[in-house]
């Protein structure tokens, strides 16, 4: 499958917030909206719902020296999207793994809780134990001990419902990351939701039959 980018006659520059057209600027997705050939939206149907929302937060939450590196990774969303519940799992995966180990101590309950849930959601679809752990949120776990502790005691024998966690639990656990990093004392906030973006980019895509996206020319911009 291809997915043909086109590119605006003048490229504007990534800013926070939604814009009513380009001559306005734009916001990652309403940009992925325009290279999609879709109506100029920041909630495109090119794009996987969670992931399009993971990719406004993070550009919202992003310093606007630091946004502009966001731009590479648009033509990598157009086309990405699935109603597969493991999508929405390995995106919220991604994002509280990245903020367990950073987020301030009062948010690492959160994290953990949703580092846990995530997997037991994808340990029954898998058929696994659902206390089985994927390594990447074992090594988060491992890095807020009392908060994983804290964690393992409130999720005992609590069962994860697709719907809810499609609906409710995911999305937040994405909000609450992003928010959390992005406010936490480390060097490189910005890189580190860009490196989260990027990550869940690549677990989806993992996901699916490789797709051949054109974009030599967003590559150039």
Same mark, same amino acid.
């Given at each position: 499958?291809?997915?043909?980018?086109?590119?605006?006659?003048?490229?504007?520059?990534?800013?926070? %917030?939604?814009?009513?057209?380009?001559?306005?600027?734009?916001?990652?997705?309403?940009?992925?909206?325009?290279?999609?050939?879709? #109506?100029?939206?920041?909630?495109?149907?090119?794009?996987?719902?969670?992931?399009?929302?993971?990719?406004?937060?993070?550009?919202?939450?992003?310093?606007?020296?630091?946004?502009?590196?966001?731009?590479?990774?648009?033509?990598?969303?157009?086309?990405?999207?699935?109603?597969?519940?493991?999508?929405?799992?390995?995106?919220?995966?991604?994002?509280?793994?990245?903020?367990?180990?950073?987020?301030?101590?009062?948010?690492?309950?959160?994290?953990?809780?949703?580092?846990?849930?995530?997997? $037991?959601?994808?340990?029954?679809?898998? %058929?696994?134990?659902?206390?089985?752990?994927?390594?990447?949120?074992?090594?988060?776990?491992? $890095?807020?001990?009392?908060?994983?502790?804290?964690?393992?005691?409130?999720?005992?024998?609590?069962?994860?419902?697709? #719907?809810?966690?499609? $609906?409710?639990?995911?999305?937040?656990?994405?909000?609450?990351?992003?928010?959390?990093?992005?406010?936490?004392?480390?060097?490189?906030?910005?890189?580190?939701?860009?490196?989260?973006?990027?990550?869940?980019?690549?677990?989806?895509?993992?996901?699916?039959?490789?797709?051949?996206?054109?974009?030599?020319?967003?590559?150039?911009?």
């Amino acid at each position: 499958m291809t997915t043909d980018v086109h590119l605006p006659d003048s490229m504007p520059v990534l800013s926070r %917030g939604r814009h009513r057209n380009p001559r306005k600027g734009a916001c990652f997705m309403e940009m992925a909206s325009y290279l999609a050939g879709e #109506r100029w939206s920041d909630h495109p149907g090119c794009t996987h719902p969670l992931l399009a929302s993971l990719a406004r937060l993070v550009n919202d939450h992003t310093s606007d020296t630091g946004r502009q590196r966001l731009a590479e990774l648009i033509p990598s969303v157009i086309g990405l999207t699935s109603d597969d519940v493991r999508w929405d799992a390995l995106i919220a995966l991604r994002a509280a793994e990245t903020a367990l180990p950073v987020v301030s101590a009062e948010m690492q309950n959160a994290m953990a809780v949703s580092v846990l849930s995530g997997n $037991r959601l994808l340990a029954g679809l898998d %058929g696994r134990p659902p206390d089985t752990l994927r390594p990447s949120s074992r090594g988060a776990l491992l $890095r807020a001990p009392l908060a994983a502790r804290w964690a393992h005691r409130f999720t005992y024998d609590v069962s994860v419902s697709r #719907r809810m966690y499609q $609906r409710h639990g995911a999305p937040r656990t994405v909000e609450f990351a992003v928010q959390g990093i992005a406010r936490a004392c480390i060097p490189d906030a910005d890189e580190t939701l860009r490196g989260l973006l990027a990550g869940a980019i690549d677990d989806v895509t993992a996901t699916q039959p490789a797709t051949a996206v054109t974009h030599s020319a967003v590559r150039a911009w």
